[in-house]
């Protein structure tokens, strides 16, 4: 018999059974709910369908808040009433609710692995597809629809076709400047934006082994912008100490009865998988977007593409309409694209170690554009603020904002105006995505620090010295 | 769920790659209640200029109204997994979107809604829309045989075998998994009794 991949050992351990075509019922651990889950809530109300297990379920508030302050005063009607929406339905079916007020509040992606409802081995989901970021854990961790959200809240379940299994392997050593950042834009624009559609991904090697747990967050977290269902890593010893301590995690003897589990969720050696990537840490490059697909990315020291060198009437007029929208000109320099403004924040990018990365470019000097920086969690902005780093931001001229998704995705107000251009440690530089008209840069957090300061997008070797 | 058979119907081609759920339903209509339908905002910034005139865009054309399936290019719905792009197709008069490949979270929220996502081979796709030259025209969808027909000429389509009988029977998972809740409890019982720290 062959062993089993790490996927299969966490999928395996919550199928409650399979249909006759194939597809299997599973065990959902926890389900985190934010203001989007309010159609779920109509529907299951359409029906009369009461909450099965409400204690398994956390809301937390986060793509509709402001950031200027908590108050809802300001807060134009119709982002208030879903903001309200999942006040009330949390209150109504009994379910825990991390609202605006609350110390702990901040992006569902960043407040469960820091509350420690996440936890290698469990099975979460959520209505919004940047789940995958809680595989960096070793859970099993997907986005879903608001159907789906709805039978999860139901029965505590849902029906799932089992995925493929991709490991990308990184080994070797990754330079100064390069991020987790770096290495997910590589692997996308490698393999396409659909390159793992139909694929559970497994990182493992030894980059993955020697990068902090953060940066393993913002590595699974993009697993999605590759088409991915989840992204995953095998708990180590790194992940066990993170998890130890957080209130939501289990405590004293229940803490290292769980560790004793969690360390044997690993791929074994004989695991097979449906498809293997391998990429040399050694050769990504600081990496930035300059399309409207994270797929179109490339490193920063490239330039723009070329519709009349693609390889197909097709993927010219693709690579011509994101040009387009970009107003880019082919052969342009990449370092030489000015920009009108930054955001540092989002679930990929605002981690504490993020932030730290970003002040240390701005520290002492002055943006030439302005934005805002947001923190992932309302925590990791009081961490942020005992170290200092809101002063420098502040001093170099960006805004000092409350945590939310923010100018992600900009539900809140928060928008890139029409034809302007943001360096952008988010996830997605999609046309309209920060606001309509929009343009958006993909980078990591020192990378987008780098270009407020010098107004242009920058290669951050060159700040730190290092580039070869 | 309104169940899916055979379908009859313009098919309008939007041959475009990545057309993602961003696209397909803009962030800032998705806090409007459902009751008022979101056929309007459907890929809303194409149709769309900032000022809020019509675009030059297939979808605003009058021949477009009517047709209820859609051709695309490869990683349709990708991105988010806002079920709103799906109801945004499917309040436009939307019942299948024919493409080379989905989002997976999109595929799902699709079938949940009576959506059919029909996949294609990528040069099945090109062929149809080369057939359509840049117009809605007739097709032909029969699902329990897995065809789309147009101009007489007659390809496949792959659906997932669960997706394809909860379409052909209307069926409703909610419903379903509820008949299995003591399958359901018993698995629980087990479970915690194995993770007792997930209690
Ligand atoms: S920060 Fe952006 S990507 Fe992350 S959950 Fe919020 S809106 Fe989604």
Redesign the interface.
């Known amino acids: 018999m062959t062993g089993k991949t790490l996927f299969d050992k966490v999928w395996q351990a919550h199928e409650i059974c399979q249909n006759e075509e194939g597809q299997s019922l599973l065990w959902v651990d926890r389900h985190l709910a934010h203001e989007g889950s309010f159609h779920a809530f109509n529907k299951l109300d359409e029906r009369a369908i009461p909450v099965r297990h409400p204690e398994y379920t956390i809301g937390i508030a986060d793509h509709y808040v402001p950031t200027i302050d908590r108050s809802l005063i300001a807060v134009q009607p119709k982002v208030r009433n879903v903001i309200e929406q999942l006040i009330n339905n949390t209150h109504r079916h009994g379910i825990t609710l991390i609202g605006l007020d609350d110390p702990r509040q901040g992006i569902v992606h960043v407040v469960g692995p820091e509350q420690g409802i996440t936890q290698p081995g469990l099975l979460m989901v959520c209505g919004d597809s940047h789940t995958s970021t809680h595989g960096a854990l070793g859970a099993l961790a997907f986005g879903i629809g608001a159907s789906e959200v709805a039978h999860v809240l139901a029965s505590q379940t849902l029906w799932q076709s089992k995925p493929k299994r991709m490991r990308i392997t990184i080994n070797g050593q990754l330079a100064l400047g390069v991020t987790a950042k770096d290495i997910a834009l590589a692997w996308i624009s490698r393999l396409g934006a659909d390159g793992a559609r139909g694929y559970a991904i497994e990182y493992a090697g030894s980059v993955i082994r020697s990068l902090s747990v953060e940066a393993r967050l913002t590595l699974c977290n993009l697993s999605i912008e590759g088409g991915g269902r989840c992204g995953m890593i095998a708990p180590d010893e790194k992940t066990i100490a993170y998890v130890k301590g957080c209130d939501q995690a289990p405590q004293g003897e229940a803490f290292e009865q769980a560790a004793a589990y969690w360390r044997t969720l690993y791929s074994d050696d004989d695991a097979e998988f449906d498809r293997e990537i391998t990429l040399n840490g050694g050769e990504v490059e600081p990496t930035v977007t300059w399309g409207v697909s994270p797929e179109e990315a490339l490193s920063i020291s490239a330039t723009v593409p070329d519709p009349t060198q693609a390889g197909s009437e097709a993927k010219a007029r693709q690579i011509q309409d994101s040009l387009d929208y970009m107003g880019l000109t082919p052969g342009q320099k990449l370092t030489e694209i000015g920009v009108d403004k930054v955001f540092i924040g989002s679930c990929t990018n605002a981690r504490i170690e993020d932030l730290r990365a970003a002040a240390e470019v701005l520290r002492g000097k002055t943006c030439k554009v302005s934005g805002i920086v947001s923190p992932g969690s309302t925590v990791v902005k009081v961490q942020a603020e005992a170290e200092g780093l809101d002063r420098v931001f502040i001093d170099a001229g960006l805004e000092w904002r409350e945590s939310g998704c923010s100018m992600c995705v900009g539900m809140n107000g928060d928008l890139i105006a029409s034809g302007e251009r943001c360096a952008s440690t988010t996830n997605r530089n999609f046309k309209g995505r920060q606001g309509p008209g929009a343009r958006t840069h993909l980078m990591s957090p020192a990378m987008a620090a780098a270009a407020a300061l010098t107004g242009h997008l920058t290669d951050i070797r060159d700040i730190l010295g290092n580039r070869p | 769920m309104k169940l899916f058979t055979q379908l009859s119907s313009l098919a309008c081609p939007l041959?475009?790659?990545?057309v993602?759920t961003?696209?397909l339903i803009?962030?800032?209509f998705?806090?409007?209640p459902?009751a008022d339908g979101y056929g309007g905002f459907l890929l809303h910034?194409l149709r769309f200029d900032?000022s809020g005139s019509s675009r030059d865009f297939i979808l605003n054309n009058p021949g477009t109204r009517s047709s209820e399936i859609l051709v695309a290019?490869?990683?349709f719905g990708?991105?988010?997994?806002?079920?709103?792009a799906?109801y945004a197709l499917v309040d436009f008069g939307f019942r299948c979107v024919i493409a080379p490949?989905?989002?997976?979270?999109?595929s799902?929220?699709a079938v949940?809604?009576g959506l059919l996502p029909a996949l294609v081979l990528e040069h099945d796709c090109?062929q149809l829309l080369e057939a359509l030259a840049g117009k809605p025209g007739q097709v032909d969808i029969d699902l329990a045989a897995q065809t789309i027909t147009c101009k007489g000429t007659t390809i496949s389509f792959d659906i997932?075998?669960?997706w394809k009988?909860k379409l052909l029977n209307g069926w409703d998972?909610?419903d379903l998994?509820?008949a299995?809740?003591p399958?359901?409890e018993t698995?629980?019982e087990r479970?915690l009794k194995?993770?007792?720290?997930?209690g």
Not at chain 2, 101 to 106: K, L, Q, R, T
Not at chain 2, 194 to 198: A, D, I
Request: aromatic letters at 10%.
């Open positions: 041959p475009l790659e990545n993602d961003d696209q803009p962030a800032r998705m806090k409007e459902r910034d900032v290019r490869r990683n990708g991105g988010s997994s806002r079920e709103a799906v490949s989905f989002g997976d979270i999109f799902s929220n949940n809604n090109e997932n075998p669960t009988l998972d909610i998994t509820l299995q809740t399958k359901i698995f629980r479970y194995h993770y007792p720290w997930l």
